[in-house]
T-cell receptor, first 114, second 115 residues
Framework: AQSVAQPEDQVNVAEGNPLTVKCTYSVSGNPYLFWYVQYPNRGLQFLLKYITGDNLVKGSYGFEAEFNKSQTSFHLKKPSALVSDSALYFCAVRDGQAGTALIFGKGTTLSVSS | NAGVTQTPKFQVLKTGQSMTLQCAQDMNHEYMSWYRQDPGMGLRLIHYSVGAGITDQGEVPNGYNVSRSTTEDFPLRLLSAAPSQTSVYFC??????????????FGNGTRLTVT
């Protein structure tokens, strides 16, 4: 069975500082990994994905994520946080060989202070 | 280009009432799915469909029915609403066959309250 863990309910950073939102996963086959962002009263928006290849994936709004197979992690990062990055972030995983359904973590609230 | 459209945006039901949450997409996506979002629980998959005429259960299917008669539409039915079904419901779709790696496109959600 697939599962995703986001160990932090909330991450607080100051504007201009680097940010990291953590994600670990469990899947039987090769993982398809995704990050989504949700702003208040809106649906989720796709940020980036890892399917295969380079372990560092770049996505929208200056975000990137690093895939680490040995640690089964896919942490979201940004070199310099903006106040407008404040939102709810979700990590999600699918089994690339056998799973059609995308399983989400519980989400991490990112708060960027000015 | 409307993307994924969900109606209604808000709904209040009494326990035992039935209703259908509508979801339509205009991107010719084969895969469609329904999630519910609850505080501290993240998004949990209710039902999904890999194409017209094909549906399957997700993590939390009890109390919900779905059908997929066309590629565009994927309605979610609550036959007898319960307070435990108070939640925000999201419909999402993606292109490609069942095992494709394309990302999900989400609607803006339906906020349902059952009293």
């Amino acid at each position: 069975a697939q599962s995703v863990a986001q160990p932090e309910d909330q991450v607080n950073v100051a504007e201009g500082n680097p940010l990291t939102v953590k994600c670990t996963y469990s899947v039987s086959g090769n993982p398809y990994l995704f990050w989504y962002v949700q702003y208040p009263n809106r649906g989720l928006q796709f940020l980036l994905k890892y399917i295969t290849g380079d372990n560092l994936v770049k996505g929208s709004y200056g975000f990137e994520a690093e895939f680490n197979k040995s640690q089964t992690s896919f942490h979201l990062k940004k070199p310099s946080a903006l106040v407008s990055d404040s939102a709810l972030y979700f990590c999600a995983v699918r089994d690339g060989q056998a799973g059609t359904a995308l399983i989400f973590g519980k989400g991490t609230t990112l708060s960027v202070s000015s | 280009n409307a993307g994924v459209t969900q109606t209604p945006k808000f709904q209040v039901l009494k326990t035992g009432q039935s209703m259908t949450l509508q979801c339509a997409q205009d991107m010719n996506h084969e895969y469609m799915s329904w999630y519910r979002q609850d505080p501290g629980m993240g998004l949990r998959l209710i039902h999904y469909s890999v194409g017209a005429g094909i549906t399957d259960q997700g993590e939390v299917p009890n109390g919900y029915n779905v059908s997929r008669s066309t590629t565009e539409d994927f309605p979610l039915r609550l036959l007898s609403a319960a307070p435990s079904q108070t939640s925000v419901y999201f419909c999402a779709s993606r292109t490609g066959p069942a095992l494709a790696n394309s990302p999900l496109h989400f609607g803006n959600g339906t906020r349902l309250t059952v009293t």
